[in-house]
């Protein structure tokens, strides 16, 4: 029994999080104490659209902002309507903030990082992504599998390099940033709750790293 309790006290202590009177929580995760070549604990891998799921694993990156661990998204299945995703099962969020720093590797259709959030299923979320192909941070909604373009902007995402996105959303407001730039503000009621997690698209081959997470309510 101690050496469970102190196994599941090693785990919360390497992601960092913090619980503020029970309702606010702030998660942030480094991935440094993740094993390398393994879905990180408390991660749950999906896909949404055709083909297999992705390949979430830990590998070594000595230029990540926090090296040397980062999350990567290595599978490169080169099919159009193919995402990948891994969903944080720690936490569901009505409003939030969601920032995770990302280098895209790698895509001859695609080079994609995104955020989603207020996740209800593989068919049914937003997303928040960046395209180093596309040079550009869009906000998506999948309805019943179907996915529409909430809004968008067109920015510079240079590929091998670090970069961040962040989506911060509170009732049926959602904004989106860039590098720390506000890009996107809209408004859409669809979903009003659920988890968060990570994105890519068709042959991506991304890595993230810093992963936070913050309850606005």
């Known amino acids: 029994?101690?050496?469970?309790?102190?196994?599941?006290?090693?785990?919360?202590?390497s992601l960092s999080t913090v619980l503020f009177g029970g309702e606010k929580a702030s998660v942030s995760i480094s991935f440094e104490?993740?094993?390398?070549?393994?879905?990180?604990?408390?991660?749950?891998?999906?896909?949404?659209?055709?083909?297999?799921?992705?390949?979430?694993?830990?590998?070594?990156?000595?230029?990540?902002?926090?090296?040397?661990?980062?999350?990567?998204?290595?599978?490169?299945?080169?099919?159009?309507?193919?995402?990948?995703?891994?969903i944080y099962e720690g936490i569901n969020l009505s409003d939030g903030l969601v920032k995770v720093s990302f280098k895209a590797i790698s895509g001859r259709r695609d080079r994609a990082a995104g955020i989603l959030f207020r996740f209800q299923d593989p068919d049914n979320y937003y997303v928040l992504r960046a395209n180093a192909l596309e040079d550009n941070?869009?906000?998506?909604?999948?309805?019943?599998?179907?996915?529409?373009?909430?809004?968008?902007?067109?920015?510079k995402v240079s590929s091998r390099e670090w970069h961040t996105i962040k989506v911060e959303f509170r009732g049926n407001s959602i904004q989106g940033y860039y590098d720390d730039k506000l890009l996107i503000d809209v408004k859409d009621d669809t979903y009003k709750t659920g988890k968060v997690g990570l994105w890519t698209k068709a042959d991506s081959v991304t890595y993230f790293d810093d992963l936070i997470v913050e309850s606005l309510e």
């Open 33 to 86: 104490e993740c094993k390398e070549d393994k879905v990180p604990e408390g991660f749950k891998s999906s896909k949404s659209g055709k083909g297999p799921e992705g390949e979430w694993v830990i590998v070594e990156d000595e230029t990540a902002p926090s090296p040397r661990k980062v999350l990567a998204q290595t599978s490169d299945e080169d099919l159009e309507y193919h995402f990948p995703i891994l």
């Open 137 to 155: 941070l869009d906000l998506f909604r999948f309805e019943k599998g179907k996915r529409k373009k909430i809004n968008g902007a067109d920015i």
């Open 1 to 13: 029994m101690v050496k469970i309790i102190l196994m599941m006290v090693f785990f919360v202590l």
